[in-house]
């Protein structure tokens, strides 16, 4: 009876490392490499600011299953990014393509950079010459001194 | 008052006003590169009866829409009732794409609310999905007799939708 238990236990931890849902790895460590540096590139369209390579989506799994055949097959980097935008458009892509429709979101922040720059530079001007110029004229200097004579310093 | 304490009120007024556009926007909605092109083309086994096949050409020479929906998909739903009216009118055919799901499953679930579809076909994994830029379901895309498709409403079909979109490109597009 016990030889029976304890085969019966040893069956049991033999089989439950089976049990748990394990993440299958990759046949092909060069191809799942190369996959997670392109997904890395390619946002997940399910939640927006994951990568694909990060995002546990459905559709992100599905995805890098597509990715993982394209990389099988040889296809260049170009390829598989125009199978991807081919189907989600640009913003599929991290750093999308520069073009007229994209010059604002690529340029956009240095024009204002710029204009922050300028503006800076004429005030911080404008201010250096400010100081220069006399504040009080010799009128205003007298009156200011005779004030200060007739007032009585605490002491 | 001079003129220049005004423009930090005009930046801020200026900033205000693109915030609120950006507000009124859903950054679900991702524009499809696909409004204008041809349909991608496929093949897929029908639900009902899944010895047979269908594929988009076979719907060459009429304007119809392919409307992606799963047992799983809450919103669903939502735009069902609205397809079901949809399907009474019999203005065009509605192709359903069964997405992910089970074909026991989608059939149940037309057999428990009703089947808008001139026929659904099953999609189990997701290829035809990620061939259309599918990236949440309910999807629908409106294709011409050219198939070309010329309008993708993403998420629910609303009554709003397609009394103001897609029933006028409807008419356009049978002339």
Request: with cysteine; net charge neutral.
């Given at each position: 009876?016990?030889?029976?238990?304890?085969?019966?236990?040893?069956?049991?931890?033999?089989?439950?490392?089976?049990?748990?849902?394990?993440?299958?790895?990759?046949?092909?460590?060069?191809?799942?490499?190369?996959?997670?540096?392109?997904?890395?590139?390619?946002?997940?369209?399910?939640?927006?600011?994951e990568s694909l390579a990060g995002s546990r989506a459905d559709l992100a799994m599905d995805l890098r299953r597509e990715l993982r055949t394209l990389v099988k097959a040889n296809k260049s980097d170009a390829e598989i990014m125009e199978y991807m935008v081919s189907r989600y458009g640009d913003f599929v892509r991290y750093r999308p393509p520069v073009k007229p429709l994209t010059w604002m979101l690529?340029?956009?922040?240095?024009?204002?950079?710029?204009?922050?720059?300028?503006?800076?530079?004429?005030?911080?001007?404008?201010?250096?010459?400010?100081?220069?110029?006399?504040?009080?004229?010799?009128?205003?200097?007298?009156?200011?001194?005779?004030l200060l004579k007739d007032t009585e310093l605490p002491s | 008052m001079n003129r220049k304490a005004l423009i930090p009120l005009g930046i801020f007024a200026v900033l205000v006003v693109f915030l609120a556009i950006g507000l009124t926007r859903d950054p679900h909605e991702i524009p499809s590169p696909f409004i204008g092109k041809p349909a991608p083309a496929f093949t897929a086994p029908q639900l009902q009866t899944p010895e047979q096949t269908f594929s988009g050409k076979d719907m060459l020479g009429k304007v119809w829409i392919l409307n992606t929906w799963a047992s799983w998909c809450v919103a669903c739903r939502q735009e069902h009732p609205i397809l079901m009216e949809f399907a009474?009118?019999?203005?065009?055919?509605?192709?359903?794409?069964?997405?992910?799901?089970?074909?026991?499953?989608g059939l149940k679930w037309l057999a428990r609310y009703g089947d808008p579809y001139d026929l659904s076909i099953t999609d189990q994994d997701g290829r035809i999905g990620i061939d259309f830029g599918v990236y949440g379901v309910p999807e629908s895309f409106l294709i011409d007799k050219m198939g070309i498709i010329r309008y993708k409403q993403i998420g629910p079909v609303t009554e709003e939708a397609l009394r103001d979109k897609i029933l006028p490109m409807v008419r356009e597009l049978q002339k």
């Open positions: 009876m016990k030889y029976w238990l304890a085969l019966i236990l040893a069956l049991q931890c033999a089989f439950s490392s089976f049990a748990g849902e394990a993440i299958p790895l990759a046949e092909d460590p060069v191809v799942e490499q190369r996959m997670i540096a392109i997904s890395e590139e390619l946002r997940c369209l399910v939640c927006q600011n690529w340029f956009g922040p240095f024009l204002l950079l710029i204009g922050a720059l300028f503006f800076l530079v004429r005030m911080v001007r404008r201010q250096q010459t400010g100081s220069a110029a006399p504040v009080l004229d010799a009128d205003q200097r007298k009156k200011a001194q005779s | 009474k009118t019999k203005t065009i055919p509605v192709i359903g794409l069964d997405y992910k799901d089970q074909n026991t499953e």
